[in-house]
């Protein structure tokens, strides 16, 4: 004689047939894509709290197929373009951003300009020499450690001028920014450094040498790097920055008025944190009438970069 329990066993419908039974229909025709949000049940509790929106496929004659509703890409250049539409950019100014979510590995990058450097070549100098020191298998010394203390914490002109020379000038940056992957950098003539020149997504393949994990920095030079950044002389500390949490953030600026024009070139490069969560932003201009104005336009471009993630609906 069947038992209760074996009876209540052979009467169980099937999981799938009972997710099925208790779909919500949203939105559909008697043919074509409806699309309808499930949860499972078993024994009148939920299988998972979780619930999904798929898309039932019904063509006559035809038996509804259940699939997930694929999710439209998000297109990060146009987030950002629309982002910088606002921006104030002077007459004869160019500037150019470009941003990373190292968490999602998402980017986006605003204008593809050619840029002077000016003073953010620096990182790229003492990444150059720190390579260098990794090939030779020794530590940097205590001359370079100062040298490189006062290029990046204070922007010193002639300390930089000083590792320019040491790593080979030129030709050293360059074959540096080749194992860097740095493909749009080219190290400036003679001892102008500070006209060597780059793109914002450049900059922002060097932060990611400094800051990430995959990179030909060792993990002592990267530290050492980031630890320099960090600790910007307080006259400095702009650009980038203005758009983290409190003192959150990693940075080199750089600006530098141009002989001819007497027109500005304003850059700013580093890590930011904002609302707990870290950016990789890289922002260079030209042709600003004044340093102050060439700042603000920077910071705000920042702004608008981060925006892209951090923004309503993300």
């Known amino acids: 004689?069947?038992?209760?329990?074996?009876?209540?066993?052979?009467?169980?419908?099937?999981?799938?047939?009972?997710?099925?039974?208790?779909?919500?229909?949203?939105?559909?025709?008697?043919?074509?894509?409806?699309?309808?949000?499930?949860?499972?049940?078993?024994?009148?509790?939920?299988?998972?709290?979780?619930?999904?929106?798929?898309?039932?496929?019904?063509?006559?004659?035809?038996?509804?197929?259940?699939?997930?509703?694929a999710q439209p890409a998000v297109d990060h250049d146009a987030a950002l373009a629309k982002a910088m539409a606002p921006v104030t950019v002077e007459e004869g100014a160019e500037v150019s951003v470009a941003v990373l979510d190292p968490e999602s590995g998402e980017s986006a990058t605003y204008g593809s300009g050619s840029f002077d450097t000016a003073s953010v070549v620096k990182v790229d100098i003492l990444a150059a020499l720190l390579l260098q020191a990794q090939d030779a298998g020794r530590q940097l010394t205590a001359t370079e450690k100062s040298y490189a203390t006062a290029m990046i914490q204070n922007s010193d002109n002639a300390s930089a001028s000083q590792l320019w020379r040491a790593i080979g000038e030129a030709a050293g940056l360059d074959a540096a920014n080749e194992r860097l992957g740095l493909t749009a950098t080219e190290g400036g003539d003679g001892m102008l450094w500070g006209l060597t020149q780059t793109t914002a997504d450049d900059q922002l393949r060097l932060l990611q040498q400094v800051f990430g994990e995959d990179s030909e920095l060792s993990e002592a030079s990267r530290s050492y790097l980031r630890g320099l950044m960090g600790e910007i002389a307080v006259d400095?500390?702009?650009?980038?920055?203005?758009?983290?949490?409190?003192?959150?953030?990693?940075?080199?600026?750089?600006?530098?008025?141009?002989?001819?024009?007497?027109?500005?070139?304003?850059?700013?490069?580093?890590?930011?944190?904002?609302?707990?969560?870290?950016?990789?932003?890289?922002?260079?201009?030209?042709?600003?009438?004044?340093?102050?104005?060439?700042?603000?336009?920077?910071?705000?471009?920042?702004?608008?970069?981060?925006?892209?993630?951090?923004?309503?609906?993300?």
């Open 236 to 314: 400095q500390q702009w650009g980038v920055s203005a758009v983290a949490d409190g003192s959150a953030w990693a940075l080199k600026n750089g600006w530098l008025p141009r002989t001819a024009t007497g027109l500005w070139d304003i850059n700013s490069i580093g890590r930011v944190t904002v609302d707990g969560r870290a950016y990789l932003v890289a922002v260079l201009s030209g042709g600003n009438s004044t340093k102050a104005k060439g700042i603000s336009l920077v910071e705000t471009a920042a702004g608008a970069a981060v925006s892209v993630f951090t923004g309503p609906g993300r």
């Open 1 to 69: 004689m069947e038992s209760p329990r074996a009876r209540a066993r052979r009467r169980r419908r099937p999981l799938l047939f009972t997710a099925l039974a208790l779909l919500t229909v949203v939105g559909g025709a008697a043919a074509g894509t409806v699309y309808v949000k499930a949860q499972a049940h078993s024994g009148g509790r939920p299988v998972s709290s979780a619930s999904a929106s798929v898309s039932v496929s019904v063509q006559a004659g035809e038996e509804a197929s259940v699939e997930p509703v």
